[in-house]
């Protein structure tokens, strides 16, 4: 996902939503919660605004990865975003402050 997602700028071709979401969900899948973050800090630069379902996507890579704290940090961070956290994302947040 990441390498097709790299070609798209050589072909000029812009990312949306829903390819910059799918590199951060294969990013949570794949254990590189580095990589989920980059690409979610990224975003802006592609013009594209995260959604709910990416930031929690990211927020889930964190804490499979073991970096509670970015998760939590990413959540509470949500609101600056313009992206109201849900169910699955408090979720996340309670499941973080239990480790």
Same mark, same amino acid.
């Given at each position: 996902? =990441?390498?097709? &997602?790299? !070609?798209?700028?050589?072909?000029? *071709?812009?990312?949306? /939503? *829903? ?6 969900? /294969?990013?949570? #899948? ?7 973050? #980059?690409? =979610? ?5 592609? #013009?594209?605004? %995260? ?11 964190? !804490? ?10 990413? *959540?509470?961070?949500? %609101? =600056?975003?313009?992206? =109201? %956290?849900?169910?699955?994302?408090? #979720? &996340?947040?309670?499941?973080?402050? !239990?480790?």
């Amino acid at each position: 996902a =990441l390498c097709l &997602f790299s !070609e798209m700028f050589p072909r000029n *071709i812009r990312p949306d /939503a *829903i390819s910059c979401g799918g590199v951060v969900s /294969a990013c949570e #899948k794949g254990w590189q919660w580095q990589q989920a973050l #980059k690409q =979610l800090s990224e975003m802006p630069v592609c #013009k594209v605004r %995260p959604d709910v379902i990416i930031c929690n996507a990211a927020a889930s890579a964190c !804490e499979s990865g073991g970096r509670w704290q970015h998760a939590l940090h990413l *959540i509470a961070e949500m %609101p =600056l975003r313009m992206v =109201l %956290p849900d169910v699955i994302s408090w #979720k &996340f947040a309670v499941s973080a402050c !239990e480790q």
